[in-house]
C-alpha cells in the first residue's frame, strides 16, 4: 500500500531564505508521480509542482523546486527567497502509475510553514 | 476560467440529518474526486469518477455515504443520517484524467458541521 510521511511538523523561517520541506514514500510501483500542494490560510488548495519517476532531472516551477532522490523515496521541496504569503501548509502526494491503482492521491499529514520578517 | 466550484461552503446539519455536498468540476475535465479533511486524520480520499463512471470507491465509509456524478458538470456527496464524526471539511478536485501525471485542482471545500 502506499504511504506518503512529512516528519516536519512545523517550521519557521526568516523572509528572504531557503527553506527545503521533508517528505518520504513507499510504494511498489516502478511508475508513480509526486505531486506538492499549498494550503492557504483561507483553507483553498493550490497544487504546485510535480515529479514524474521515470525523470531524473529534478522540476522547477519558479521558486519552487524540488530534491528527488529515488533512492531513499524522498522527495523535497525547496523554496528559495521565501516571501511572507509563502506562510501556508504544505503537503506532499503521490499517485501510483499502474492503472489498476486508479488514480487516487494519498497525502502527507503536512508541514506547516511559517516565514517572518 | 472557473475552478471546482463547491455548494455549499458551510452546512450545518443535526445529528441523524441528511447532507448533500455538490461539485461541479473544472469544464472538460474528466476526473472527479472527493476528499475529507480532518485535523485528526488529515486529507483522505474518498471516491473518484472518470467520465461520469465510478472507478474508485475505497475510501467511502461503507455505510451512510454515497456519491453519485450524474452528469459530467456536477458530482453530489451524500451522507444520510450525519454523526458528530462527519464533521470535517469535503473537498472536490478534478483534473483532466487523461495521464496519471495531471495534478487534480481543488475546489474549496464544504465545511460540514454536524451538532
Known amino acids: 500500500a502506499q504511504k506518503v510521511t512529512q516528519t516536519q511538523t512545523s517550521i519557521s523561517v526568516m523572509e528572504k531564505t531557503t527553506v527545503t520541506m521533508d517528505c518520504v514514500y513507499e510504494?511498489?510501483?516502478?511508475?508513480?508521480?509526486l505531486f506538492w500542494y499549498k494550503q492557504t490560510a483561507s483553507g483553498e488548495i493550490v497544487f504546485l509542482i510535480r515529479?514524474?519517476?521515470?525523470?531524473?532531472e529534478n522540476a522547477t516551477v519558479g521558486h519552487y523546486s524540488l530534491n528527488f532522490q529515488k533512492p531513499k523515496s524522498s522527495i523535497g521541496l525547496i523554496i528559495t527567497a521565501t516571501q511572507i504569503e509563502d506562510s501556508a501548509v504544505y503537503f506532499c502526494a503521490m499517485r501510483e502509475g499502474a492503472t489498476s491503482s486508479g488514480q487516487k492521491l494519498v497525502f502527507g499529514q503536512g508541514t506547516i510553514l511559517k516565514v517572518y520578517l | 476560467n472557473a475552478g471546482v466550484i463547491q455548494t455549499p461552503r458551510h452546512k450545518v446539519t443535526g445529528k441523524g440529518q441528511e447532507a448533500t455536498l455538490w461539485c461541479e468540476p473544472i469544464?472538460?475535465?474528466?476526473?472527479v474526486f472527493w476528499y475529507r479533511q480532518t485535523i485528526v486524520q488529515g486529507l483522505e480520499f474518498l471516491t473518484y469518477?472518470?467520465?461520469?463512471?465510478?472507478?474508485?470507491d475505497s475510501g467511502m465509509p461503507k455505510e451512510r455515504f454515497s456519491a453519485q456524478m450524474p452528469n459530467q458538470s456536477h458530482s453530489t456527496l451524500k451522507i444520510q443520517s450525519t454523526q458528530p464524526q462527519d464533521s470535517a471539511v469535503y473537498l472536490c478536485?478534478?483534473?483532466?484524467?487523461?495521464?496519471?501525471?495531471?495534478?487534480?485542482?481543488f475546489g474549496e471545500g464544504t465545511r460540514l458541521s454536524v451538532l
Open positions: 469544464s472538460g475535465h474528466s476526473a
Open positions: 469518477f472518470r467520465n461520469q463512471a465510478p472507478i474508485d
Open positions: 510504494t511498489q510501483d516502478s511508475s508513480y508521480f
Open positions: 515529479q514524474d519517476s521515470y525523470k531524473k
Open positions: 478536485a478534478s483534473s483532466t484524467g487523461t495521464n496519471n501525471n495531471q495534478a487534480p485542482l
